[in-house]
């Protein structure tokens, strides 16, 4: 036996990756036109929440020790258009969710999705032009940031998305807000669960054309130096678990910081396993959570937040 696996304080001692609840981010979809949270019937326990209900779950989050939380917004049909300028309403669906998550807890750090597909009439994440696109974007980013979001997700794979976002904040005098970068978004399969809870499946064609290959790895790494070249202040990578190895490769070759999101499939995926009693739901995301850490994410994106703050915490 090896000596440093002797004892629990010998394996603790040597041990090279750690779980901390200050790298959790909690996914959060905000929807309008509803009364009381709706659940999500791919993803037990998870819920679309109206406004008033989203800011005291994000009190109960922050009081369990998740620092941040990462907004999709829910739309009703009549505001689609083909134009989307429901994205960037002042007074539209996310900007009111983060006013009222930073009035009940200011000190909860909030990233806001900035896609298209919930507010165009074909639920694809771009207009027909990407010129047009991308000036939206700008627009919808600086609604988000104008109402408190902290950092700024674009999530929408158009080219020049970061650059033309990180302007549009500039432009707005909101420099002091950041950008998550949807730096390598595979086409999975895996975000079946995700097109229920933000009712967003396109209404013809698919993602795929602008989502990376799965068999791709170096074009991951090229997407990288672009975001980097372009503003952001994170790179993120999705889906997390069958792409640890491009997590670690980012890690190794730059310096700003990883996320992983660990999707709504892997998120079903386990909680089906577990409600038959086949898998130890608890025991599971534990270790992928640690897996994640070790292959180099400093920012853990899971619908496990609450679970796992309160489990790291000790509560
Ligand atoms: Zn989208």
Not at 88 to 115: E, F, S
Not at 157 to 178: K, P
Not at 204 to 232: C, K, T, W
Request: hydrophobic share 45%; proline share 5%; charged share 25%.
């Amino acid at each position: 036996m090896a000596i440093n696996r002797k004892s629990a304080a010998s394996r603790a001692l040597v041990r090279e990756a750690r779980l901390s609840a200050d790298s959790l981010v909690m996914p959060l979809f905000v929807r309008s036109g509803v009364r009381a949270p709706t659940p999500i019937r791919s993803m037990p326990g998870q819920f679309q929440w109206p406004i008033d209900e989203l800011a005291s779950e994000c009190e109960t989050l922050f009081r369990g020790g998740v620092p941040a939380v990462l907004l999709f917004g829910v739309t009703e049909k009549k505001i689609k258009t083909a134009s989307a300028s429901a994205a960037y309403a002042a007074g539209g669906l996310v900007p009111r969710a983060v006013r009222a998550i930073k009035k009940a807890v200011p000190d909860l750090l909030v990233i806001t999705d900035v896609c298209l597909c919930a507010y165009t009439a074909d639920g694809h994440c771009r207009l027909p032009s990407t010129e047009a696109t991308l000036k939206t974007l700008g627009k919808m980013a600086v609604a988000h940031a104008a109402a408190g979001a902290d950092f700024v997700g674009p999530s929408d794979m158009t080219d020049g998305n970061v650059g033309a976002v990180r302007r549009s904040l500039d432009d707005a005098r909101l420099e002091g807000a950041g950008i998550l970068a949807y730096t390598v978004k595979y086409a999975s399969a895996l975000y079946g669960p995700f097109r229920e809870a933000a009712d967003s499946a396109p209404a013809f064609g698919d993602r795929r054309s602008y989502q990376m290959d799965p068999a791709n790895a170096v074009e991951a790494l090229r997407e990288a130096e672009q975001d980097i070249a372009q503003g952001a202040d994170i790179l993120m990578v999705k889906p997390a678990l069958g792409y640890l190895d491009i997590v670690h490769a980012l890690k190794q070759r730059f310096t700003l910081p990883i996320a992983a999101y660990n999707v709504s499939g892997e998120y079903a995926m386990v909680k089906a396993a577990a409600q038959q009693g086949w898998l130890d739901e608890r025991g599971v995301w534990m270790e992928q959570l640690l897996c994640m850490r070790r292959a180099g994410a400093d920012i853990l994106i899971t619908y496990w937040a609450k679970e796992a703050a309160r489990t790291l915490r000790g509560r």
